[in-house]
């Protein structure tokens, strides 16, 4: 006898697995379709399917949510990061899940806003890299070369092509819910593409080759400007806005001045240091730092041993470290768009060829950041920094700093004013003890012919004039000082660019 079984049409999903009860597999598919999924690092995107994160595409995870609390049952604790949207107060959680992505220096900031060393940028800021996550481990790639020709007027200048460049990886890895393990390097080929002397720049100082001061010369940064690791943990007893960090390098960066000017979203597009590099932040190359610091929601409050004494000229050897001078450092973010910071630091010995002179370091600094939408940014940066040196009093350096980039475009200005002694500038007897005020006013524009897709590789030009008081004629000559040059700049793209690009474009089709 055959049997024939009858049911309600709609009653069997035929796409239920074979041998599954189906009330069973009705709770699961009722379950799969109210599970949403949501970003670590961008906690305000929300999807209703795995896959990846259309900002940043790293692997979506699924969204914790709280049970509603019952009178037989407790309320149960949801793990880090869980997030129920229609709760009191959701947004402070959305803030901590934010907070997920952390520094590679300290566990309660966010990854944006690290800087060089243990500087902060505001958190808006832009990141250019390549991002991989390992289980709970992050490695972040950055850098940038510039293949360039440059051309320098007066009688001190020169032209040259070369390319200025610097790699970097960050990593980091969580030691429990608590605390955090990171290290880092950075390195340059500027040994290889500078030369000892490295490249023209009217007006510029510091370090030596073959044992002469050099000047109107950018030196050439070390093989290894930063191998450092750090361990940072949130505060016990306190709630996660506390933390302490410890931070060692060698070579690394002491907790003096601004991040430095490679690591500044409103000077990565100029191949150029600034003029008053040695009035700022030319620290961030030092043989032998230990910082320690502490930091509650958006102040912190850090101090520094290291070695005074600047690299020498074998830029490929580790120096001898000697932690002989000192500096502290208060930095405070007030909005998402700000990073503000004032510093101290006594140096010791920092030149080579003067060891008896003894320097005390004095910045302060205003980074704003404001993002215009999708893909558009626009960076701007103020510096002050006093150097007092012994023999020779105090003279001060002002910089101002903007970047304006558009998609494709990019637009960015520098004014500095600097006071440089005649002994700096290496001049004559009769004038080494005097002070000039010397200003460079740059102007340039980057054109990315590869955009978004990895590598971003611009096509840009520079045009800076130089101003200085006639004294300075009989070493410079009486034409107007001016330089100009023609480059490439080729570094990651935005992190999540090609990512969201990519996102954006799917969706436009399905609809």
């Known amino acids: 006898m055959t049997f024939i079984a009858i049911t309600k049409v709609g009653a069997i999903d035929p796409n239920r697995p074979h041998g599954k009860h189906e009330h069973d597999y009705q709770h699961e598919h009722e379950k799969s379709k109210r599970q949403k999924y949501t970003c670590s690092m961008h906690p305000e995107v929300i999807s209703d399917h795995p896959g990846n994160c259309p900002k940043c595409g790293m692997k979506l995870v699924p969204l914790k949510q709280e049970k509603r609390r019952t009178p037989n049952a407790e309320r149960p604790t949801p793990k880090v990061g869980a997030i129920d949207p229609n709760r ?99 390195m340059s080929l500027d040994p290889l593409t500078e030369g000892g002397r490295g490249y023209p720049l009217l007006f510029q100082s510091g370090e030596s080759w073959h044992d002469q001061p050099l000047h109107d010369r950018q030196h050439p940064h070390d093989l290894f400007d930063e191998l450092s690791m750090s361990f940072s943990s949130r505060i016990a007893g306190f709630d996660h806005d ?196 010397v200003s460079g006013y740059t102007i340039g524009y980057v054109r990315d012919l590869s955009h978004g897709n990895g590598l971003d590789v611009g096509l840009g030009t520079q045009f800076t004039i130089n101003d200085r008081p006639d004294r300075l004629d009989r070493y410079y000559g009486d034409d107007l000082g001016y330089a100009f040059q023609f480059f490439l700049r080729i570094r990651p793209s ?3 660019h090609s990512a969201r690009e990519h996102y954006e474009h799917v969706a436009g089709a399905e609809k």
């Not at 890299?129 to 007066?154: C, K, Q």
């Not at 790699?167 to 980091?172: D, F, K, L, Q, V």
């Not at 002491?254 to 009035?279: C, E, Q, Y």
């Open 88 to 186: 009191p107060g959701h947004e402070h959680e959305h803030k901590k899940m934010h907070m997920e992505m952390h520094s590679s220096i300290d566990i309660a900031d966010p990854m944006n806003r690290e800087g060089s060393g243990t500087s902060w940028l505001p958190d808006s800021s832009p990141m250019y890299g390549r991002m991989f996550m390992f289980d709970e481990n992050m490695l972040m790639l950055h850098g940038a070369i510039f293949p360039r020709y440059t051309n320098v007027s007066t009688r001190r200048g020169d032209d040259r092509i070369d390319a200025p460049n610097w790699i970097m990886a960050m990593y980091s890895h969580p030691l429990g819910d608590t605390a955090q393990f990171g290290t880092r390097l950075m």
């Open 242 to 437: 506390l933390s302490a960090y410890f931070y060692f390098g060698y070579p690394g960066e002491p907790a003096l001045g601004p991040p430095t000017f490679m690591h500044r979203p409103s000077a990565m597009d100029d191949p150029d240091a600034p003029l008053g590099h040695h009035w700022q932040d030319s620290t961030h190359v030092t043989f032998g730092v230990a910082t320690a610091g502490v930091a509650w929601n958006n102040i912190k409050i850090e101090g520094s041993i290291f070695t005074g004494r600047e690299p020498d000229e074998d830029r490929y050897d580790f120096d001898r470290p000697r932690f002989d001078s000192f500096s502290g450092r208060i930095s405070w973010n007030p909005t998402q768009n700000l990073a503000l910071q004032v510093s101290h630091g006594y140096i010791k010995s920092p030149e080579a060829l003067e060891p008896d002179l003894k320097r005390h370091r004095t910045t302060a600094s205003v980074i704003y950041n404001l993002p215009l939408g999708h893909d558009s940014n626009w960076s701007n940066t103020f510096v002050w920094g006093q150097n007092h040196d012994t023999g020779e009093g105090k003279t001060q350096s002002f910089l101002i700093e903007s970047d304006y980039q558009r998609g494709r475009d990019t637009v960015y200005l520098r004014w500095e004013r600097v006071e440089k002694s005649g002994h700096e500038l290496v001049l004559d007897p009769p004038d080494e003890s005097r002070i000039f005020p």
């Open 494 to 496: 935005l992190h999540g």
